[in-house]
């Protein structure tokens, strides 16, 4: 058996008491060797927490991915895969890359230390293991761990509610521009737009923010994207790196991006009342304003150019006009949400 959880109590506290909250604070501890960690699993059970044991690699990973501990003590040679690549592999999925991991090794070379620390680690302490010494320093972690979940859930409140407004926000991880988080109206616009799911960022937004990081670290607010899907925009606003409120995170951070969804459709129905136009022809004399040639039109809307001219020698007759350009203004000066649009 590799993996197993004992049972939940409280004794004797040994050494610096757990943080108090309702329930009871998360370790796994993961090590190959049982008997190395017995004394700091019966220090930690009589302290009050809740004591979680791995025995590999795999098992590790699982374990913390199913239990979100609030802390992983992690053994850094075992067989298999080793704790350097546990420490990658948590700190690479969202859902444990907060969860703070402290390093137990025998391996005291400054490079073997380096290798923890660049792994994910947090913290590291040397075997042969000191419970109180363990415990003083998951103290720490702990507090610090709990302020960044904390401030990460409210600002995760905070986003979420911009969903209601009709707006919807991601983070980008400006390292290797993983798409990190997500409201669930970004994630349903991202699928409508660009065709792509989470961690994938879609490429003209990863691209587009590359291009102006430099200004948005400066604190200036680059030009806005739009993308475009029939007479449907989604526009993408760089708002700031994530934490910058609080100055917790260095260049190298995670991007917050607003994106909202404006639509042309009631400018249509205006468009067809004007003129008496049907909602087909609307459509057509919306694109033509737009600029777009009759090949590009009947790609939009789903037809030959040859239809599209057809409907556009109905629209002429209509406006009592003989070309585009005239039929353009015309409707310009009569629909005013025809403007051209800003901030794209």
Same mark, same amino acid.
């Given at each position: 058996?590799?993996?197993?959880?004992?049972?939940?109590?409280?004794?004797?506290?040994?050494?610096?008491?757990?943080?108090?909250?309702?329930?009871?604070?998360?370790?796994?501890?993961?090590?190959?060797?049982?008997?190395?960690?017995?004394?700091?699993?019966?220090?930690?059970?009589?302290?009050?927490?809740?004591?979680?044991?791995?025995?590999?690699?795999?098992?590790?990973?699982?374990?913390?991915?199913?239990?979100?501990?609030?802390?992983?003590?992690?053994?850094?040679?075992?067989?298999?895969?080793?704790?350097?690549?546990?420490?990658?592999?948590?700190?690479?999925?969202?859902?444990?890359?907060?969860?703070?991991?402290?390093?137990?090794?025998?391996?005291?070379?400054?490079?073997?230390?380096?290798?923890?620390?660049?792994?994910?680690?947090?913290?590291?302490?040397?075997?042969?293991?000191?419970?109180?010494?363990?415990?003083?320093?998951?103290?720490?972690?702990?507090?610090?761990?709990?302020?960044?979940?904390?401030?990460?859930?409210?600002?995760?409140?905070?986003?979420?509610?911009?969903?209601?407004?009709?707006?919807?926000?991601?983070?980008?991880?400006?390292?290797?521009?993983?798409?990190?988080?997500?409201?669930?109206?970004?994630?349903?616009?991202?699928?409508?737009?660009?065709?792509?799911?989470?961690?994938?960022?879609?490429?003209?937004?990863?691209?587009?923010?590359?291009?102006?990081?430099?200004?948005?670290?400066?604190?200036?607010?680059?030009?806005?994207?739009?993308?475009?899907?029939?007479?449907?925009?989604?526009?993408?606003?760089?708002?700031?790196?994530?934490?910058?409120?609080?100055?917790?995170?260095?260049?190298?951070?995670?991007?917050?991006?607003?994106?909202?969804?404006? !639509?042309?459709?009631?400018?249509? !129905?205006?468009?067809?009342?004007?003129?008496?136009?049907?909602?087909?022809?609307?459509?057509?004399?919306?694109?033509?304003?737009?600029?777009?040639?009759?090949?590009?039109?009947?790609?939009?809307?789903?037809?030959?150019?040859?239809?599209?001219?057809?409907?556009?020698?109905?629209?002429?007759?209509?406006?009592?006009?003989?070309?585009?350009?005239?039929?353009?203004?015309?409707?310009?000066?009569?629909?005013?949400?025809?403007?051209?649009?800003?901030?794209?």
């Amino acid at each position: 058996m590799s993996e197993f959880t004992p049972t939940r109590h409280s004794g004797t506290v040994l050494g610096p008491a757990p943080l108090q909250q309702a329930d009871k604070l998360i370790v796994l501890i993961v090590d190959d060797v049982p008997d190395n960690v017995a004394p700091l699993h019966d220090a930690l059970d009589d302290a009050g927490y809740t004591v979680l044991v791995a025995l590999d690699g795999e098992s590790a990973i699982r374990r913390a991915t199913q239990a979100l501990p609030d802390v992983v003590l992690l053994d850094a040679v075992m067989p298999g895969i080793d704790g350097f690549e546990v420490a990658r592999r948590l700190k690479a999925q969202p859902a444990t890359a907060h969860i703070p991991i402290i390093f137990m090794t025998g391996l005291t070379e400054t490079e073997h230390l380096v290798a923890a620390l660049d792994a994910g680690g947090a913290d590291y302490v040397t075997k042969p293991i000191k419970p109180r010494e363990v415990m003083a320093r998951m103290g720490v972690h702990l507090r610090t761990a709990r302020h960044v979940r904390q401030g990460a859930v409210e600002r995760s409140q905070a986003r979420n509610a911009l969903d209601a407004f009709g707006y919807a926000t991601i983070t980008v991880r400006e390292s290797d521009g993983r798409l990190m988080w997500q409201t669930p109206l970004a994630r349903d616009l991202l699928r409508n737009y660009c065709g792509t799911e989470s961690p994938t960022t879609p490429p003209a937004v990863l691209q587009w923010l590359r291009r102006h990081l430099g200004e948005a670290s400066e604190q200036r607010e680059p030009p806005r994207l739009t993308l475009e899907n029939g007479p449907r925009r989604l526009t993408f606003r760089l708002h700031q790196r994530v934490g910058d409120e609080d100055g917790e995170v260095d260049a190298g951070g995670d991007w917050l991006i607003v994106m909202q969804e404006t !639509s042309d459709a009631s400018v249509l !129905s205006s468009v067809a009342g004007a003129f008496g136009l049907t909602a087909r022809e609307a459509e057509v004399l919306y694109w033509v304003v737009k600029g777009k040639i009759n090949r590009d039109i009947g790609d939009i809307i789903g037809a030959s150019p040859a239809t599209v001219k057809k409907h556009l020698e109905r629209i002429y007759a209509k406006l009592g006009v003989e070309t585009r350009t005239a039929a353009a203004a015309m409707a310009i000066n009569r629909v005013p949400l025809l403007q051209p649009q800003h901030g794209g």
